[in-house]
Nanobody, 126 residues
């Protein structure tokens, strides 16, 4: 079983930055790809980015590329999402997910992920 707990969300002014954390249980990183998704009110869940189980590759949605960065601390079993240059449209609940991506290249597909955290709210003020 995999447990994922997000933290680090909050209220940030547009143009600001924050770092989200995803604390994972066990040896999750060695066995699963890790993804970040977000969901804004009234919208579908949206892919943000992902990291392969090896940690050697990352993927990002075009909407966040250049502003968001995924990293991880293996010793702490923690995945991070660094968010810079926040925009109002970044307001959403951000979810961390883990899964064995069975379809090659489908890290963007939420159906590939088995385990999900409870989410952390990011609010952007003007």
């Amino acid at each position: 079983q995999v447990q994922l707990v997000e933290s680090g969300g909050g209220l940030v002014q547009a143009g600001g930055s924050l770092r989200l954390s995803c604390a994972a249980s066990g040896r999750t990183f060695s066995s699963y790809a890790m993804g970040w998704f977000r969901q804004a009110p009234g919208k579908e869940r949206e892919f943000v980015g992902a990291m392969t189980g090896s940690g050697l590759s990352t993927y990002y949605a075009d909407s966040v590329k250049g502003r968001f960065t995924i990293s991880r601390d293996n010793a702490k079993n923690t995945l991070y999402l660094q968010i810079n240059s926040l925009k109002p449209e970044d307001r959403a609940v951000y979810y961390c997910a883990a899964g064995r991506v069975l379809t090659n290249g489908a890290y963007y597909d939420a159906q590939q992920y088995t385990y999900w955290g409870q989410g952390t709210q990011v609010t952007v003020s003007s």
